[in-house]
Nanobody, 115 residues
Framework: QEPLVESGGGLVQAGESLRLSCKSSRSIFNSDSQCWYRQAPGKQRDMVAI???????DLAESAKGRFTISRDNARNTFFLQMNNLKPEDTGVYFCKLVDRGSDYWGQGTQVTVSS
């Protein structure tokens, strides 16, 4: 069983929204953090958003004002709400769960934003 499974990616036009979901097979309730990363074609994987156990959120500069990260502990699922998408947001989005110092990754979901 995959530890994390993403869903919600797709092809959208600039200005539209997408909501990515990451379903965990592990409990996220007391995990250290829930994270989203993006890997654009030919580039490294970069952090987009982190939601820490204490509720503090860190967002990449490019995501501020447009993206929100949240979680549903009861469903062991966390989300990335992306609004006002831009072509430069295109890439494969990966979710990561940090639990007791170990990292668990999803398989990635493609987001493509056309201009």
């Amino acid at each position: 069983q995959e530890p994390l499974v993403e869903s919600g990616g797709g092809l959208v036009q600039a200005g539209e929204s997408l909501r990515l979901s990451c379903k965990s097979s592990r409990s996220i309730f007391n995990s250290d953090s829930q994270c989203w990363y993006r890997q654009a074609p030919g580039k490294q994987r970069d952090m987009v958003a982190i939601l820490r156990r204490n509720g503090i959120i860190d967002l990449a500069e490019s995501a501020k004002g447009r993206f929100t990260i949240s979680r549903d502990n009861a469903r062991n699922t966390f989300f990335l709400q992306m609004n006002n998408l831009k072509p430069e947001d295109t890439g494969v989005y990966f979710c990561k769960l940090v639990d007791r110092g170990s990292d668990y990754w999803g398989q990635g979901t493609q987001v493509t934003v056309s201009s």
